[in-house]
Structure formats: C-alpha cells, structure tokens
C-alpha cells in the first residue's frame, strides 16, 4: 500500500500518512465486515488522487490570488518589461481583428462563443484569430529572446 501511494505522491511522509488515514478510516466502520487486499489498495489510490487534485485546485487559487494581487500589477513588477514588450508585439505585428481577439478572450476572459457573437464572426474564425496571433507572438519572442 506504501509503495502505491509513494509512486503516486513521491513523497514517503505523505504516502505513510495517507496509508495511516485508510487503516484509521476503517476503524469507523463495522467489525463485522471483511476488508479484502483489493479494497485497500484502492482505497490508498484513491485517497492519493484526492490528494493530487486537492493539491491542484489549491494551486489554481494560489496562482488566481497572484493574478489578482496589488504587488503584481505595480510599476516595479519584474515582469513589466515583458508585458511591455507583449503589447507592443500584439500592437505592432498582429492584425486589428486578432487583436481584439486577444483583448477579449485575455483580459475580458470571454469564452470563444461570446467573442464570436460581440465580433459577429464564426467560432472557428475565433480560433483561427487567436492562433495565429499566438504563433506570431512566439516566434516573435524566439527571435528577440
């Protein structure tokens, strides 16, 4: 059970906690049930996914709080002189309709349907917009380093 949740959280601390809790678990329930090797083992599986995606959606929230924190959009980000230079490359070299395309979908977060309805263009003319202006702003940043 030990080596199971080790593989899947790569941390043996975790791994024997996670191990304790399911043996923990079934002191909650009736003695009179027959608790099979199988049974363990997926219930040691399934409290490392649990784990993983606990891990994940508190991840999600700690990057949404550093999108959305003071410090980040201050003058003395270390990332202003990229930001700069992505608004100057999606200004200079994209065309007007992939432009608006990024302003929607990035800082309004409009799904693509919405943008094709306030654009009066097809969802596919959504993407297409969208990729190509990414596929210029990445081989613009390759070039410029």
């Known amino acids: 059970m030990h080596r199971i949740a080790a593989a899947l959280l790569h941390d043996d ?48 929230i700690v990057n949404f709080y550093f999108l959305n924190d003071e410090e980040y959009e201050s003058e003395d ?8 230079r992505l608004q100057s490359l999606i200004e200079s070299d994209i065309s007007p309709q992939a432009h608006r395309v990024i302003d929607l979908r990035f800082s309004a977060g409009m799904p693509f ?5 306030e654009m009066g263009i097809s969802e596919t003319a ?9 596929i210029i ?9």
């Open 13 to 60: 601390e975790l791994a024997r906690d996670i191990v304790h809790d399911v043996f923990v678990s079934l002191l909650d329930c009736p003695h009179d049930i027959i608790v099979s090797a199988g049974y363990l083992l997926k219930a040691v599986r399934n409290r490392c996914l649990n784990h993983i995606r606990d891990c994940g959606t508190h991840q999600r």
């Open 77 to 84: 980000s270390p990332y202003e002189e990229i930001i700069g």
């Open 113 to 117: 349907s919405k943008i094709a309805a």
């Open 126 to 134: 959504v993407y297409r917009h969208l990729r190509h202006a990414l």
């Open 137 to 145: 702003i990445r081989q613009k940043l390759n070039q410029n380093g």
